[in-house]
């Protein structure tokens, strides 16, 4: 019991969802103007039309002023399946909008589809960064930071990424495809045995580059916790693994590894270990 207590707190830790509404002071308006045609329904709002019928929730819209352009409001906002065919499967997207502080009027947009898409991995809160990314002269980036969590006692998993997003010639483009920036993973006996890793990285800017963006520096650190029956007790034993450093580099519109970064994963795949399972649809 002990060890389900202590894997899933890690697990719930990555999955918390943050204020939500302290910065949304127009979410209101901002709803109104980005889906003048969505209806009121019990929940929220429903918007009709496409493959599915799509439900947002007000309170899990995120909002936040942005410092490096005061003038404007980023947000994003889930669309969820609004009656999902399949049980334990449900389609989702996140539409990142920027839009003007004083009236809420988009100013403009781009749609994630997939992004918020659950079934045995269920997609959880959002929350928007708008640290100093400076990646090139005059050009800022902001991030979205999005958590998942699988729904196994057994094998617990969650992660947060990180989706950076740069806003040029009128246009949100993508950069950063969703980095793992926190995952907490492990396997257990459902009593005491059992093991888990935890992951935390942070990213910092580095010198300037190719295509006049700068490098991303991240760091990583790694703890590994066991759990074992010794004398009747459930003792963990919790060893700090070797710091470790890499950096991604704009190409073609996105940051990617480079040279010296060794997969994790057994099949060798360096995408699994650096990027979230989310997978979004491919934009113009």
């Known amino acids: 019991m002990k060890l389900q207590l202590a894997l899933g707190a890690a697990v719930l830790a990555l999955m918390l969802p943050g204020k939500a509404l302290a910065d949304c002071d127009i979410t209101d308006a901002l709803l109104k103007q980005a889906y003048p045609d969505a ?3 019990d929940n929220g709002l429903l918007v009709k039309g496409g493959a599915y019928d799509r439900a947002i929730n007000p309170d899990d819209v995120v909002c936040k002023a942005w410092p490096y352009r005061p003038e404007l409001m980023l947000a994003a906002v889930p669309l969820i399946e609004a009656e999902p065919p399949t049980e334990g499967e449900n389609k989702g997207d ?20 997939g992004m918020a898409f659950s079934d045995a991995i269920r997609f959880g809160s959002m929350s928007l960064d708008t640290a100093r990314y400076d990646v090139g002269d005059g050009l800022r980036a902001f991030g979205l930071r999005t958590s998942q969590s699988g729904s196994s006692r057994l094998n617990p998993y969650g992660e947060q990424a990180l989706w950076m997003y740069v806003f040029d010639k009128g246009r949100i483009e993508r950069v950063l495809d969703g980095l793992i920036v926190e995952r907490s993973n492990g396997e257990n006996n459902g009593e005491c045995e059992g093991e888990s890793t935890t992951l935390t990285r942070t990213v910092k800017l580095g010198p300037k580059a190719g295509a ?19 004398a009747g007790e459930c003792r963990a034993d919790k060893r700090p693994g070797k710091p470790a450093g890499f950096k991604l580099v704009y190409d073609n519109g996105h940051y990617r590894p480079v040279g ?4 994790r994963s057994e099949d060798g795949d360096i995408e699994k270990d650096l990027f979230s399972l989310i997978e979004t649809g491919k934009q113009p």
């Open 94 to 113: 996140v539409e990142i909008i920027i839009a003007d502080v004083a009236t809420g009027k988009p100013v403009a947009r781009r749609l994630e589809k």
């Open 39 to 41: 209806q009121q329904s």
């Open 212 to 230: 006049g963006y700068r490098d991303l520096a991240v760091e990583q650190s790694l703890t590994r916790e066991t759990w074992k029956t010794v």
């Open 260 to 263: 010296g970064v060794k997969p």
